[in-house]
């Protein structure tokens, strides 16, 4: 168990950073293993990022998540913070 925790931060680490270079936002990326399978995975930006399509940002987070985890999560959330 403390493996598959410090792995998942050590990926999820790398995804924020992956997607930092990528998009010049840093976000905050969670995740949740369950019986050894990443179940999901959620990506959170601090703003709404508008320099391409959102289908565009989707799937260069699906792109990294699968990179930097090595596995298909069964879900990939996407978060944005909407402020005032």
């Known amino acids: 168990m403390v493996d598959v925790i410090s792995n998942g931060l050590a990926h999820s ?18 995740f949740k293993w369950h019986n050894g399978y990443l179940q999901s995975v959620t990506v959170s930006f601090s703003r709404l990022y508008t320099d391409k399509p ?31």
């Open 54 to 84: 959102l289908y565009e940002l989707a799937g260069t987070v699906r792109e990294i998540v699968v990179k930097e985890f090595k596995e298909t999560p069964t879900t990939i959330l996407l978060e944005f913070e909407l402020k005032k």
């Open 13 to 30: 680490k790398a995804v924020e950073a992956d997607l930092k270079q990528a998009t010049g936002i840093k976000p905050e990326v969670g």
